[in-house]
């Protein structure tokens, strides 16, 4: 349980907040490429930490984020024309490049000096590992460009999707660190499921429903070790880095693909949680990447032309009481995500944490708290924060069976920092 001001401090993010000032020190997930595939295609609306934003690629494939309002009459720029190097607003033709800069008031003349001010608020954007980022915060404060192990990957051994979640951001990051509901919530994804199916980790998923949960500190985050009775006198191990300021990574079931997730503020009652398959070694194999396609894994089926769920709020994420009473699945809905989704969205936008009882399985959610209240005070006070630098990013998940006296965090780290080109660990 925590205060409601601490409840408010965590899942509040407009700038001038703690979490929302934070935030914007980091590059941030916008948009996938090819949603912007070409110079001079439609401009795209994005709404980030609650700013209302407009993005495009100009007429040399550069990519502008303004502020969505033409500063004229407020005009939504997502009606504008984007031609010739800026987007042009097509209620008077007042016109702004990537900077926002304003570069033609028509009604004015060319040499109009009223041009030369008038300048829309914009962000820096770059391109990187299939993912339009930007950076949010003080110029002056730009931190590096992220190195998340699945950025720096070639493309073909990435897929990666997002969706629409109707809660506030902390809800589905607290999720990702939960890694004891997955004997629960998860059962029977586990066994049918072909991106998670035929692990020995598994069984000791299914047989053993008491993890014991340990947290380890690291430079980027924390690494969250579930603990599981296994065979032979020795423990599973199922290790979770999370990284700042939101991003999880799951571990690994046999030889499929490593997992990954982010978790990006919408505004306060919705995120985008990102969700990303790669495999530090080798490409993608067309089943594997046939089955995230249709949805399997951590990934989901989508209403036509849309990032919201087939399965959502709205029909109850179609699930199916027989499937459950049955066994099918746990919960009886369908597919990892909407089973999380589910769960999560039902809390409601923001979720009363001063109404929960927590339990050592919990352990994880507790330090991920605290992290970012002491990020947030830290940035306050001008510190350095965790996770900015990209060697602090270089970290991957692993699962594990090891002796009952050894501990995962001395005898896991050759899994948990191993360089690039190299097959992760994985039971």
């Not at 926002?100 to 962000?123: F, H, N, T, W």
């Not at 589905?172 to 991106?195: N, W």
């Not at 089926?301 to 049955?326: H, I």
């Amino acid at each position: 349980m925590i205060s409601q001001e601490q409840n408010d401090a965590l899942t509040r993010t407009d700038a001038g907040t703690p979490m929302g000032d934070l935030f914007r020190r980091y590059w941030i997930p916008a948009l996938q490429a090819w949603e912007l595939p070409e110079p001079d295609c439609p401009p795209l609306r994005v709404k980030l930490l609650g700013e209302r934003l407009i993005a495009f690629r100009d007429s040399q494939g550069r990519l502008g984020l303004l502020d969505e309002f033409c500063a004229h009459r407020g005009v939504s720029l997502w009606f504008g024309r984007n031609e010739e190097n800026g987007l042009r607003c097509p209620y008077h033709g007042w016109k702004y490049d990537i900077t926002g800069q304003c570069v033609d008031l028509p009604s004015e003349g060319a040499d109009s000096p009223m041009c030369r001010r008038i300048r829309l608020k914009s962000y820096p954007c770059i391109e990187a590992g299939g993912v339009v980022w930007t950076y949010m915060g003080p110029p002056h404060l730009q931190p590096a460009l992220p190195e998340l192990e699945w950025v720096r990957v070639p493309a073909e051994r990435r897929y990666a999707s997002k969706r629409l979640q109707e809660s506030n951001y902390l809800q589905a990051l607290e999720g990702g660190i939960d890694s004891s509901h997955v004997s629960f919530l998860h059962a029977g994804a586990l066994r049918s499921d072909p991106l998670l199916s035929g692990s020995r980790g598994n069984r000791y998923n299914e047989h053993d429903l008491m993890p014991q949960f340990e947290v380890a500190e690291f430079p980027g985050g924390l690494l969250i070790g579930a603990r599981r009775n296994a065979d032979n006198d020795c423990y599973y191990w199922r290790i979770t880095p999370f990284i700042m300021p939101w991003y999880t990574i799951i571990p690994p079931r046999a030889g499929h693909p490593l997992g990954a997730h982010a978790w990006v503020p919408i505004d306060d009652q919705h995120c985008w949680a990102w969700s990303i398959n790669y495999h530090p070694r080798r490409a993608l194999n067309e089943a594997e990447l046939q089955a995230m396609k249709d949805g399997k894994g951590i990934h989901c089926r989508y209403v036509p032309g849309t990032f919201v769920p087939l399965q959502n709020s709205g029909n109850d994420y179609l699930m199916d009481r027989a499937a459950q009473k049955a066994g099918v699945t746990y919960s009886g809905v369908e597919g990892i995500a909407m089973q999380d989704a589910s769960v999560q969205e039902s809390m409601g936008p923001i979720q009363d944490r001063t109404r929960e009882n927590l339990c050592p399985t919990d352990r994880g959610i507790v330090m991920t708290r605290r992290l970012l209240l002491a990020a947030a005070q830290a940035n306050r006070e001008g510190k350095p924060l965790p996770g900015l630098a990209p060697a602090e990013q270089h970290v991957r998940s692993c699962a594990i069976e090891l002796p009952r006296d050894r501990h995962f965090n001395e005898h896991a780290r050759h899994g948990l920092f191993a360089p690039l080109d190299t097959d992760p660990i994985t039971v």
